[in-house]
């Protein structure tokens, strides 16, 4: 090797450590999780407060698979053709969407219905997109000195932490906000704030 070749690579190397480009997508998947999951607590008040049917609970339920389905078969395909960053991207636009529309759920069902759709969505295009990303990112020349299995890890971490505080975060609001209705409000537009750590200088692809 030149001096000129081990300058390069130790120059990508230090901009690897540098950057950490892994970083974005974790937390890209961490908001697409949150959106996907801060809906499941709300379900027992929108059934004792609201007097949903059970089967209209049911409903909203589906409506989330309805979303996650065509997102896991589609997005990989199409992030293959265009690229990850703008695959991603709109995963996250999904989560953001959803999120908002469940803030309006004081207009009917119509909101609720349309958000876990997009919900649906967020996840479904993050858990193809954004975990092969991750894993992607996680290896050399991205991320130098991490095993094999680093990026699936990361990925996992990611879910597992946007599910499990999309879930708390919303139930502890539902339950001890001064009223229902603007509990419902503020648990749901918590995620696309979490959306501002997508922001900035993203790896490309």
Known sequence: ???????????????????RPWLLVFGALFVCAWSGNQFSPLLLMYRDVE?????????????Y?????????????????????????AGVAFGVLGSLL?????????????????????????MTVGSSWLKELSMAPHDVGVDA???????????TLGSALGALV???????A????????WSTSLSPFHSCGYSGDRPRR
């Not at 004081?106 to 993050?126: C, D, H, K, N, S």
């Open 102 to 126: 469940l803030a309006f759920d004081e207009y009917g069902q119509v909101p609720i219905i349309l958000g876990r759709l997009f919900a649906g969505m967020a996840v479904g295009t993050a």
């Open 178 to 185: 001064p009223t229902h209705r603007s509990c419902r409000s």
């Open 51 to 63: 007097h949903y049917s059970a089967a209209t609970v049911t409903l909203f339920l589906a409506v």
């Open 1 to 19: 090797m030149t001096v000129r070749e081990h300058i390069s690579v130790s120059a990508g190397t230090s901009d690897a450590k540098t950057t």
């Open 149 to 159: 299995g680093a990026g699936a890890r990361r990925a996992s971490l990611a879910f």
């Open 170 to 176: 919303a139930g502890c609001i539902a339950q001890w």
């Open 65 to 89: 698979v309805a979303g996650l389905a065509p997102a896991l078969v589609v997005a990989g395909a199409v992030s293959d053709h265009q690229g990850r960053r703008p695959s991603m991207i």
